[in-house]
């Protein structure tokens, strides 16, 4: 059975304090593993994909990285607007086109 | 481009009512996904459908029915609702299998 472990669970920054967030996972052949957004009342947005060990994904901000266990999503000088949870989900091959979520961490920056 | 809209955006139903939620795509996307989120979890998988015409179980199917007549639309029906029914749902759909695109969500609260 796929699974995934988000830790912390929460995290409070201030403005500009650099922080990662950790994605554990085990899943019988890894297809993708998949980081999302979720901003209160709204639904997940995409952030992105890695599909193999070393790969780094860079957009702004945030960096997301791959390893065989974990995946990391590293914040650098974050802003009140990164305020928000953060999803991590991984498909298998033999589960093509289902993806099992974490519970996610809730990120907190205060300016 | 609307993307996914889903409907109604919150509900409240009596305990026994038969329900549906309504969710359309305009992407032309083959997948789609209904997925339940519970007060500080991730999503969990109801059901899914990889192309028109066909539908699968996913985690948490027990209670709930889906049907996919055609590309865009694939609506979750509860046939009883029962109180551990209340949640916030998802709908999601997906072109290649792997990102998902979600929708804003229903709110549905069973009583």
């Known amino acids: 059975e796929d699974q995934v472990t988000q830790s912390p669970e929460a995290l409070r920054l201030q403005e500009g304090e650099s922080s990662s967030l950790n994605c554990s996972y085990t899943?019988?052949?890894?297809?993708?593993l998949f980081w999302y957004r979720q901003d209160p009342g709204k639904g997940p947005e995409f952030l992105f994909t890695?599909?193999?060990a070393g790969e780094e994904k860079e957009k702004e901000r945030l960096k997301a990285t791959l390893t065989k266990k974990e995946s990391f999503l590293h914040i650098t000088a974050p802003k009140p607007e990164d305020s928000a949870t953060y999803l991590c989900a991984v498909q298998a091959w033999t589960n093509a086109g289902k993806s099992t979520f974490g519970d996610g961490t809730t990120l907190t920056v205060k300016p | 481009i609307a993307g996914i809209t889903q409907a109604p955006t919150s509900q409240i139903l009596a305990a026994g009512r038969r329900m549906t939620l309504r969710c359309t795509q305009d992407m032309r996307h083959n997948a789609m996904y209904w997925y339940r989120q519970d007060l500080g979890l991730g999503l969990r998988l109801i059901h899914y459908?990889?192309?028109?015409?066909?539908?699968g179980k996913g985690e948490v199917p027990d209670g709930y029915s889906v049907s996919r007549a055609n590309t865009d639309d694939f609506p979750l029906t509860l046939a009883s609702a029962v109180p551990s029914q209340t949640s916030v749902y998802f709908c999601?759909?997906?072109?290649?299998?792997?990102?998902?695109?979600f929708g804003p969500g229903t709110r549905l609260t069973v009583l």
């Open positions: 999601a759909s997906s072109d290649s299998g792997d990102t998902q695109y």
């Open positions: 899943v019988s052949g890894l297809r993708g």
């Open positions: 459908s990889n192309t028109a015409g066909t539908t």
């Open positions: 890695l599909y193999s």
